[in-house]
């Protein structure tokens, strides 16, 4: 567990998930998917079930080349993030990184320091040798943020998400360990 100071002063813990969070994570992931339309899912749409979510989470403890963080405020958590690995062997070397971040906590830093922490794991795991991630084309902050911890642009699939009558690009980018 860490601790860790937000720039409006706010501490926050950063730990790894456990089944007992299984719930929790659930809940965050249905409000924060009405907080915006830059995540692969809307409000309400994250239908794992509880059980097979609590099995998700003990398998990704239990491999050395995927990880789940946790940030919390008040044993609130206000923040999810990940690196997830396969299993095969030509692919595992590989981990897709993502970060679900409560709206009223953006641009306080922590997306950064996530990422920063997901990058420093990654590199001490002997396993991932590469991050990737995928956005919205139009997520322009986000992406600013990934090229300034080091992602490149790699790629780009052409209407790929379907949101409210309007397709969007999905922007593919690397950043190698």
Known sequence: MKKMCLKNGKEVLIR?????????MIKFYNIVGGETDFLSFGKN????SLHDYENFIEST????????????MDDKIISIASITSGQKARTKHVGTLGIVIAEKYCG????????EELIEWAGENDTTKKIHLVTREDNDKAIELYKKVGFKEEGLLEQDTYINGKYYNTLIMGLML
């Open 16 to 24: 790894e998930a456990t089944q007992e969070d299984a719930q929790s």
């Open 45 to 48: 749409e994250f239908s794992m």
């Open 61 to 72: 403890k239990a491999d050395h080349h995927s990880i789940i963080l946790l940030a919390t």
């Open 108 to 115: 306080f830093g922590l997306g950064r320091k996530l990422m």
